[in-house]
């Protein structure tokens, strides 16, 4: 149960200060990038997580497996119910980040029972994850890519104060490889330009 307990942190606050595991709250879950550029009320990791199992699920590829990307894309982030949400500009190293969200794994699969299916199948999606090597890790790395800058049109149209939010849309562009994402993310860029006038080819 306490497994289910912290993981719960992806949908509300990160533990308060005091707590056995890790710590203090490095961060509440709400993703920081939307915070940084002062969206009100923003998504939570979790928000984030499970529109890209959606989208996973939305994959027309036979060449992938469609039911370990949709695992993947649900659990990818789950360290950061310890972690936080580490982005870019919170002047963490590479390195640091993986190895705080290591820790948090490492913490929260100590609460499974040892070698179970679940402890290990959750270990194993998130390394490789990180480890981006295999097609199905490199299509979850653009859904959550590709997810991040949804995100942004949906605020840009819903707050026009914070628009735009052209740093996601300029942090991506080139990124995505496959080819379903590409043409989705082509889309995006059209509807944005369309409906908003911003244009991520003339900024």
């Known amino acids: 149960m306490q497994f289910l307990h912290i993981v719960n942190n992806l949908k509300v606050r ?4 005091g707590s056995s595991l890790m710590g203090a709250a490095r961060a509440t879950t709400k993703r920081t ?3 940084r550029h002062g969206v009100p009320a923003p998504e939570s990791i979790a928000d984030h997580m499970h529109r890209m199992g959606v989208m996973a699920m939305l994959i027309q590829d036979p060449a992938l497996k469609r039911d370990h990307c949709i ?14 949400d580490i982005t870019p500009n919170c ?4 390195e640091e980040k993986f190895r705080l ?3 948090g794994l490492d913490q929260l699969c100590a609460l499974l029972a040892p070698a ?3 402890e290990t199948e959750i270990r194993s999606l998130w390394l490789e994850y ?3 090597t295999t097609p199905e ?5 653009d859904l959550d890519k590709f997810e991040m800058i949804v995100q942004a049109f949906e605020y840009e149209k819903q707050h026009p104060a914070v628009a735009p939010l052209a740093d996601f849309f300029r942090s991506t562009m080139g990124y995505f490889a496959h080819p379903e994402v590409k043409a989705w993310a082509e889309q995006l860029y059209k509807d944005r330009k369309a409906l908003l006038g911003f244009d991520v080819y003339n900024p």
């Open 130 to 132: 990180e480890e981006g």
């Open 116 to 118: 179970s299916i679940a």
């Open 71 to 84: 695992k993947m894309a649900i659990v990818h982030d789950i360290a950061e119910s310890l972690a936080g």
């Open 137 to 141: 890790a490199r299509l979850v790395k």
């Open 33 to 35: 990038g939307w915070v």
């Open 14 to 17: 990160a533990w308060a200060a």
């Open 91 to 94: 002047g963490v190293s590479k």
């Open 101 to 103: 969200e290591k820790e």
